[in-house]
């Protein structure tokens, strides 16, 4: 009981370490003037853009801007405001640095540095390298229970919980593809996948958490449970693509999530003889430790690794050591199933 008393209040302090939106940079006099002013001459010092430069009915000189770079740069979709914004936003801070100044955030984002038009490259990276991990896992999950393990005579897996982690596969496989594609280039339409994407992963993870820890494995029973939180996720992702993209709602949201599906985790840990129980309970101090790292908003060092990145790296580890339990799990199933038929 002590344990789990010491889970609900590190739940508690994470739904109050929530990051706070602060634009500090895009209220600054001296950078709203560089943009103002790159607007008007298409340039911030001796850097100018082509996609800037308007004739007198306000419309791009030689056509649309995208029409002037190689076709596998078209994707980058700056237009002369965002190009003004950025490189504003660099002699900004590097004015700043000198006057010994700490960096803020400009429109809501911490002042990245661009890679080839990505706009943050580590998280990009380290959000290829989930993707990655997730796919390994699953895969190996898959060769597991269906080309290892003995399976039925109607040639299904003997362990319960095959598809719903075919599920969570092939979700997490997508939240991590959104997270890229977000970071790679931050507009509406990516903004929204990345959310949603996740926000249903979580959704899920939480179903499949009370499924497995309460070892529910009747299908009318699992509809009954899952139901509610299904409806309850499905009205979340329409709020945020229809109604209002809430930042500060959909934190709160997904680490309510997050945060019961972990005390669900750990006190399944506590009271299952599980041999593998110990990978269980690093993942999920891991998991709380990284929660609260991602809640720890600091400037991205050098330009590049902030908060979110490092959080992004030490999902890593976790998804293989997790993708090691679900593995051990289906084996530990399907051996006490294997008995019971014998």
């Not at 709203?32 to 996609?51: I, L, N, P």
């Not at 000198?98 to 959000?127: C, D, M, N």
């Not at 998991?287 to 902030?306: H, K, N, Q, R």
């Amino acid at each position: 009981m002590a344990l789990l008393r010491s889970f609900i209040l590190l739940a508690a302090i994470c739904s109050f370490l929530l990051p706070i939106a602060a634009s500090d940079g895009d209220t600054d006099p001296i950078y709203k003037g560089c943009v103002e002013q790159c607007e008007k001459s298409g340039c911030v010092g001796a850097r100018c853009f082509q996609h800037c430069k308007f004739s007198s009915d306000g419309k791009p000189i030689d056509g649309p801007w995208y029409m002037h770079e190689p076709l596998y740069l078209e994707w980058k979709q700056w237009d002369c405001r965002t190009d003004c914004r950025y490189h504003c936003m660099l002699v900004r801070e590097e004015e700043r640095t000198k006057l010994g100044e700490t960096p803020v955030k400009y429109h809501g984002k911490w002042p990245f540095r661009r890679i080839y038009g990505i706009q943050e490259p580590v998280a990009v990276a380290l959000s290829a390298l989930n993707l990655a991990m997730q796919f390994h896992g699953w895969v190996s999950f898959f060769i597991l229970v269906y080309y290892k393990l003995p399976l039925r005579p109607d040639k299904k897996a003997y362990y319960e919980y095959t598809g719903l982690w075919h599920i969570y596969g092939i979700l997490s496989m997508n939240a991590w593809l959104w997270s890229a594609v977000f970071h790679s280039r931050a507009v509406e339409l990516t903004e929204k996948l990345n959310y949603s994407s996740a926000v249903a992963l979580l959704g899920f993870s939480l179903i499949l958490a009370i499924l497995r820890a309460f070892n529910v494995r009747d299908e009318a029973t699992r509809v009954m449970v899952s139901a509610p939180l299904v409806a309850f996720v499905t009205t979340h992702i329409m709020y945020l693509n229809f109604y209002e993209l809430n930042y500060g709602l959909n934190m709160k949201v997904s680490m309510l999530m997050a945060v019961v599906q972990l005390l669900i985790w750990a006190f399944w840990a506590v009271v299952s003889s599980h041999p593998s129980r110990w990978k269980l309970w690093t993942v999920v101090v891991g998991g709380v430790l990284a929660m609260i790292l991602e809640t720890y908003d600091f400037p991205p060092y050098m330009g590049y690794v902030d908060a979110h990145a490092v959080w992004n790296a030490a999902n890593i580890p976790l998804t293989f050591l997790w993708w090691s339990y679900i593995r051990d799990d289906a084996e530990f199933r399907t051996s006490a199933l294997l008995k019971k038929v014998k």
